[in-house]
Nanobody
Framework: QVQLVESGGGLVQAGGSLRLSCAASGRTFARVAMAWYRQAPGKGRTFVAAINWDDDNVWYAESVKGRFQIYKDLAKNTMYLQMNSLQVEDTAVYYC????????????WGQGTQVTVSS
């Protein structure tokens, strides 16, 4: 099992920035990729960004391209999400998850961190 702990959420004005962190522990060797998802009030969980753990491949949802950057620190076993030019529509609980094998779904969800963007 992999344990994930998110941090870095908060309240920010539109146009501002936040950096989220996701610290991984446990069976982290069994990991292909990690990702950020978010869940806005009254909506389902949606994909935000993902990063391969063994190379530099990254993927983004169209809604965050050019504003968010996902990256990792291998030494700290931590994934980050730098969020710039935040919009009210980015308000959500942000979760990180791990993909344990090629073709397998993301899982081992963290507890989430709240991001609130005010107008």
């Amino acid at each position: 099992q992999v344990q994930l702990v998110e941090s870095g959420g908060g309240l920010v004005q539109a146009g501002g920035s936040l950096r989220l962190s996701c610290a991984a522990s446990g069976r982290t060797f069994a990991r292909v990729a990690m990702a950020w998802y978010r869940q806005a009030p009254g909506k389902g969980r949606t994909f935000v960004a993902a990063i391969n753990w063994d190379d530099d491949n990254v993927w983004y949802a169209e809604s965050v391209k050019g504003r968010f950057q996902i990256y990792k620190d291998l030494a700290k076993n931590t994934m980050y999400l730098q969020m710039n030019s935040l919009q009210v529509e980015d308000t959500a609980v942000y979760y990180c998850a791990v993909q344990p094998g090629v073709g397998l779904p993301f899982g081992s969800w963290g507890q989430g961190t709240q991001v609130t963007v005010s107008s």
